[in-house]
């Protein structure tokens, strides 16, 4: 073992290892990492005041910030790389910002896999349906998550009605439900609609100006489709009539062929910006796909099952196109089931499932799939009670933001605005006065905190009764 007692004894590529590691360790905390946090996801241990002098250093070297004072103090990584693209024939200067990747925090394995699937096209080798990647997988002995992983989420995930009827939890957050999952797998679709905007649609059939039919007509088919879920929580499974059906709710009106909703595919696919070519023989896509649906059916692991059904359905692409709404949908089967929290998907970002996505397609990897799975079902968790008293401590981002958005609830429900007039509103005062990394995020809040507001919360934001009760009356 190296003594940390004197750094000028250490040598220089140790203490670069040492770096290397911390920041890792730092990134799992997106939101802010104490020293005691990251101490405990170190590969290796460091005395504590060792670490405080290696995180003060990476500070100072811009590789870090730190907030707060003391024990107080929360370090974490400066955003995601900014990737420039430059043409090899021809080199354009713009004058606009370059955009900023907002990502999460990711395993080594995970990593190694996003930087494959992003090497230009012609560098990845073309590939189609690997047979085995399927037939080598044994419910309850093979394991895409950890026994850890899978433990975690059942802590964060279990909610008091455990014994109840199937769907018993859903059904009490059903209105929440509806509107996240419809939006946020809409929007990793690449959907444009707001978060307020889809909670008008939704609740009053209004589409948005602007906006083109097929966006709204995706987002009605998450309702029909969640519907399905929770209504029939009893009956639905891995099974043809679960996910043909959901299937043919999804892609109601979508599809250029209407006959081939909730139908297995005769033709052809594929798949845009990937060297993945699926299977083309009808009667091997019928057969793999009853195979997929008898070994999820046998996983007992609702979350294993989840993410089974996440991985195997777009791999196999079986229908025509809607293949990974139909997974994400499908992966809520065993969590509504047992009365779990459901994933919603909430705050992920579209290129980190779209690579995770595409590492399966390619590589037949899990690892960064897996990574944003266990991410976004933590995060779909917080929106819901199951895990409130797991949160501890406050998100750093609201309240940094905490007086301006006090500050937008309260003029919306002051000026009686109605939703799509408070829409408009909160993207305006968004662009004003927040970054744009931060843009996207910030309206989700603001947004969702109008839509969490009753009159037992609106003290906080120096709200009278009467000033509440008159807003209502407008908001639709």
Not at 202 to 230: C, D, P, R
Not at 267 to 281: C, D, F, N, Q, R
Request: glycine share 4%.
């Amino acid at each position: 073992m190296i003594s940390r007692h004197n750094e000028e004894d250490v040598p220089k590529q140790i203490l670069q290892n040492e770096f290397d590691l911390i920041l890792q360790a730092v990134t799992r905390f997106p939101d802010g990492g104490s020293v005691e946090h990251i101490s405990d996801v170190l590969e290796f241990k460091l005395p504590r005041r060792t670490l405080q002098r290696r995180l003060a250093l990476l500070v100072e070297q811009k590789r870090l910030t730190a907030e707060g004072r003391g024990r107080g103090s929360r370090y974490r990584r400066f955003p995601a790389d900014i990737v420039i693209d430059v043409p090899t024939a021809k080199l354009t200067l713009q004058t606009h910002a370059p955009q900023v990747e907002i990502y999460i925090p990711i395993t080594s394995e995970a990593t190694a896999i996003k930087h494959a699937v992003r090497e230009p096209i012609q560098n990845r080798h073309p590939v189609g349906y690997n047979r085995a990647f399927l037939d080598t997988y044994r419910p309850n002995e093979t394991y895409y998550l950890a026994p850890e992983i899978r433990q975690r989420l059942l802590e964060l995930g279990r909610s008091s009605e455990g014994e109840r009827p199937a769907g018993t939890y859903a059904r009490q957050i059903f209105s929440r439900l509806l509107i996240d999952l419809s939006w946020n797998s809409s929007r990793l679709e690449g959907n444009t609609y707001s978060l307020l905007e889809t909670e008008r649609l939704l609740e009053l059939g209004e589409t948005a100006e602007g906006k083109n039919a097929q966006e709204a007509q995706m987002i009605l088919n998450h309702k029909s489709a969640i519907e399905l879920l929770v209504e029939q929580a009893f009956e639905v499974g891995f099974n043809r009539y679960t996910i043909l059906n959901l299937h043919a709710l999804l892609s109601d009106n979508l599809l250029g062929d209407p006959q081939a909703c909730g139908r297995l595919r005769t033709i052809p696919v594929g798949i845009t910006k990937s060297a993945y070519h699926p299977l083309e023989v009808p009667q091997l896509i019928d057969e793999c796909f009853q195979q997929i649906l008898d070994t999820a059916a046998g996983i007992a692991d609702p979350f294993e099952q989840a993410f089974f059904a996440m991985v195997q359905l777009p791999y196999l692409q079986p229908f025509e196109d809607v293949n990974k709404r139909v997974s994400r949908l499908a992966a809520n089967v065993p969590l509504i089931r047992e009365n779990l929290s459901p994933l919603s998907f909430v705050d992920v970002p579209k290129q980190a499932y779209l690579d995770g996505i595409q590492g399966v397609y390619e590589l037949n990897r899990v690892e960064l799939l897996r990574d944003v799975f266990v991410w976004a079902y933590e995060r779909s968790c917080a929106r819901y009670s199951a895990v409130r008293r797991s949160l501890g401590e406050p998100d750093p981002f609201r309240l940094h933001y905490r007086a301006l958005v006090a500050e937008i609830i309260a003029a919306v429900v002051r000026g009686c605005m109605d939703k799509k007039i408070a829409g408009t509103f909160i993207k305006r005062i968004a662009a004003e006065k927040v970054t744009q990394e931060d843009q996207a995020r910030f309206i989700e809040v603001v947004e969702t905190e109008i839509m969490s507001l009753h009159e037992g919360n609106i003290a906080r934001y120096r709200l009278r009764p009467v000033q509440y009760h008159t807003w209502r009356e407008t908001w639709r």
